[in-house]
């Protein structure tokens, strides 16, 4: 009976255990893959149709050119995304898997976030 007990508390401990070390590192997880987006959508922001732009128009991306600067910027990050380019908006999604340590004991191997950022190009004054 006290070996039953023990067990079961040993493995209530482990999951606690899991819980609040492989939330911690997919909470960073999350964290790193918002920084991310966010940088991707700043970098494809920064793609400006300078012809239009030095023709006295208003600041205008180059969608092509934006997509690329932001996908660019993804591929050294490890992580998968997508790049949306709307009007001068570009919008980076980006999916983080992180593995799991102790969770993985009870089945849970790893911890998916999905985080979305935007980012607008603007003309200065």
């Known amino acids: 009976m006290v070996t039953a007990f023990t067990v079961v508390i040993v493995i209530a401990l482990m999951v606690f255990v899991g ?5 911690g590192r997919a909470l960073d997880g999350r964290v ?6 966010q940088e991707a959508a700043r970098a494809g922001a920064q793609a400006l149709n300078l012809g239009a732009l030095r023709a006295g128009g208003t600041a205008v991306l180059d969608p092509e050119a934006a ?17 949306d380019v709307a ?8 999916t983080h898997v992180q593995a799991t340590k102790f969770l993985g004991l ?4 790893s911890i998916t976030a999905h985080v979305t950022a935007s980012a607008r190009a603007e003309q200065g004054t």
């Open 106 to 109: 009870v089945g849970v191997g």
């Open 87 to 94: 009007g001068t908006t570009v919008t980076v999604s980006v």
């Open 67 to 83: 997509v690329g600067a932001a996908k660019a910027y993804l591929a050294g990050t490890g992580d998968a995304g997508t790049v």
């Open 19 to 23: 819980l609040a070390y492989d939330g």
């Open 32 to 37: 790193k893959a918002l920084n991310e987006a």
